[in-house]
């Protein structure tokens, strides 16, 4: 039986459940794919922690390099997460002719460009499964089973610790830190949550899908990111009364030359299937010319679907080093010398349908004042709740608007945060709701 | 550039998606993949209908026969379904060398394990990820996505014709019939609907997911079907009272040394998102023990996603003839020779819960009489609805039980039918909900 000996560079959570599966599963592993498929090294700075698995005498080592250099080994799989060292490893190991392995989505929204060229230049494997979406395989549809549709658009929950979150003050109505908080506290949020809460983990993946999707370089700058931290008990429960949900999204729309590509706090339908993805769960729809809409459920993170997920990119791996096929599947769907530079549209150039909530003086005329400035930025109202009078302060004043166009909705709020009847610059949450467009055809019809 | 040929049988709907797919797309997909994916010829019966392709000459053809014997022509496409001449140009194909990709999942649930193995000998690829799912990648997952999990259950909405019965049905309160000649109405269902509404459509997609989950040969024989005709509205709102939907779901679950497989209309819990997949859409979720719960969403059937699924698997196979690595994964998941033939488990040793629909008398004595035969029987009572009285005749007596074997609770409705104060047999829809599980195992601690 033949044999492919994986390096593991990393063997925290994700790395310790890579392990976990190659050691653990090696027997129904080898039933399948009718190879041996061996974890060689493992290498870690920490050798003290359990981890709950028995490695073998040498496998578990601290020294990467010497990992890297091995020439026994075939694939080295990079769990080391960043964009520093973890860089290095990887080129350092396509110099030596090694086919990777990595869940590294920061790496491959920041570097991507310039490790898949590498890897098309050496005739080298990239399996990167677990970057995005954990267990679901979004990357083999998009690489393999999509491979006849233009891909028109994408729509993802792409991060655990946001639809926790938002799940969490949609349930509880607690305010957004206490939610944070709970996450913290589960596990699912970490110490400094920047990088989840405000958007970033979620743009590069979507920078990776992107590409994917269109065949073109990877372009993380222009994605336009908004987090969840400013999102209120009070907007999920307006959002609820107009039949919606909150989400943070991932969305990705083909246009001429051009695609949208932006994340931010999205209404939308609650009867929408992806508005039923709760707590830590993950998602993503996609819409093709030929097969319509799709969608995939799963885990996005956790040691063992990532792992799982990581193991089948070493599979198909060691299935094509076994065949003497590698580069079967060029690394970004598309063949290296066919892959553009498509542009991301400016978000100014959106066109959608919003949410406003504004903090208004309860007086007359405040109403007429809004909407006029509105309505001379070319908003018109879909629908206006304003809510009964209080003894004194401001009271929210919500509408939502027809298609309008996003350059002209930072004009108009730009505008009205001059008038002395709103207090704060207003909540603005964008809704992605195609039945809304039909009827505003239907109005314009009349 | 490399250039793979491609031999058409059949060319009804899905037989020109396909045609469609691989003559319109043909840049995307060589974009892609780097080779030119060419339709040699289409062989049909039909050469007058307009299909709305511009075939180049001599591509159409009504002789199969010539189209298999192209020494060209590396893939035959079946697209003629059926057991019958299907299969002989199917196997007269791979005698002849040539790799084959159906979407035929009644042959293959009947004769797959004589086709696989035949596959597997002359050293040939087989293609059906269209068989199962339509467009969803359901084959592709298991057979490479999760290679490193044990599958410990499947739960699938796998014919579209039934759900889209149910989901009128649901949303009208129509009965079955009406929403049949609605979907017949709409070419949701067949002139002949019995292959779908009974359940056998779903029990060949289920057969087929068994044995790549599992690794055991294929087996419809045993799988225990049911189809949907009998469903009433009034079981959907009595279902809606208790916060389920009805579903037909195709079923798996390992166990032991056997594995339950089994069609049946189920009620399930209203906020599982399955409960939430509508109309003709269908969805399959797997638990592996690495990735938890994981679902795939998409169109089970129409001419282009389950045209995008054959050129999927076309691809694929092209791949593996450029890169000389035919065989890359087994056409069962598994080795040809780890292939077991494991048992699928008697329904009735199934042990779920109940809901009971009787027509019963309403006079004093009846439910402490039914209660008293389903308590001779092992079976439990955890939910007694009885409905208010009416001037004369039956009324429904409805009942949710707990965990139940299902071989006493064919018992105890032979019993139960020899009662005076009972109509007619009961209604039965067996219940998936493991929150039912947990609240027994609470009780049976008090």
């Given at each position: 039986m033949k044999k492919i000996q994986v390096g593991l560079l990393g063997c925290g959570t994700v790395g310790t459940g890579v392990a976990k599966l190659l050691i653990e599963k090696k027997e129904l592993i080898s039933s399948r794919v009718g190879m041996e498929i061996i974890l060689k090294h493992a290498a870690d700075i920490d050798l003290e922690t359990d981890r709950g698995i028995t490695f073998e005498k040498g496998v578990l080592t601290t020294d990467a390099q010497a990992v890297i250099n091995?020439?026994?080994?075939?694939i080295i799989v990079e769990m080391i997460g960043g964009t520093g060292i973890a860089r290095e490893f990887i080129i350092n190991a396509m110099d030596r002719g090694k086919h990777v392995v990595t869940a590294n989505k920061a790496l491959l929204a920041t570097h991507g460009n310039e490790i898949f060229k590498l890897a098309g230049q050496k005739g080298l494997d990239i399996g990167y499964e677990a970057s995005v979406g954990g267990c679901m395989p979004i990357i083999k549809s998009l690489r393999e089973s999509l491979v006849a549709n233009d891909i028109q658009s994408m729509t993802g929950i792409l991060n655990g610790t946001c639809n926790y979150i938002l799940s969490k003050i949609t349930q509880d109505r607690s305010p957004f830190e206490h939610a944070l908080s709970e996450a913290q506290a589960k596990g699912f949020a970490e110490a400094d949550p920047t990088l989840d809460v405000e958007g970033f983990d979620t743009a590069h993946k979507l920078a990776i899908l992107g590409a994917l999707a269109y065949g073109t370089t990877i372009n993380l700058e222009d994605i336009f990111v908004e987090g969840i931290s400013k999102i209120t008990p009070l907007d999920i429960t307006f959002a609820e009364q107009f039949g919606y949900r909150i989400k943070l999204l991932a969305i990705s729309k083909k246009r001429k030359n051009s695609f949208e590509a932006r994340i931010h706090p999205t209404m939308i339908p609650a009867n929408n299937l992806i508005a039923n993805v709760h707590g830590s769960l993950n998602a993503v729809t996609v819409t093709g010319d030929a097969v319509g809409d799709t969608m995939l459920f799963g885990h996005g993170a956790g040691m063992m679907p990532t792992g799982s997920a990581v193991v089948s990119d070493v599979v198909d791996i060691a299935r094509n080093i076994a065949g003497g096929n590698?580069?079967?599947?060029p690394g970004l769907s598309f063949q290296q010398d066919r892959i553009k530079t498509i542009p991301i549209m400016p978000i100014a150039d959106l066109e959608t349908h919003y949410y406003f909530r504004f903090s208004a003086q309860d007086r007359p005329g405040v109403l007429s004042r809004i909407s006029g400035v509105l309505g001379n930025h070319d908003i018109s109202l879909k629908s206006v709740i304003q809510k009964g009078r209080k003894a004194k302060g401001p009271v929210p004043l919500i509408m939502l608007t027809h298609l309008a166009r996003e350059a002209n909705v930072m004009k108009a709020l730009d505008r009205l945060s001059e008038l002395d009847v709103i207090s704060d610059r207003p909540m603005v949450i964008r809704i992605e709701d195609s039945s809304l467009n039909h009827e505003k055809a239907v109005i314009r019809d009349e």
């Open positions: 091995d020439p026994e080994i075939d590698i580069g079967r599947v």
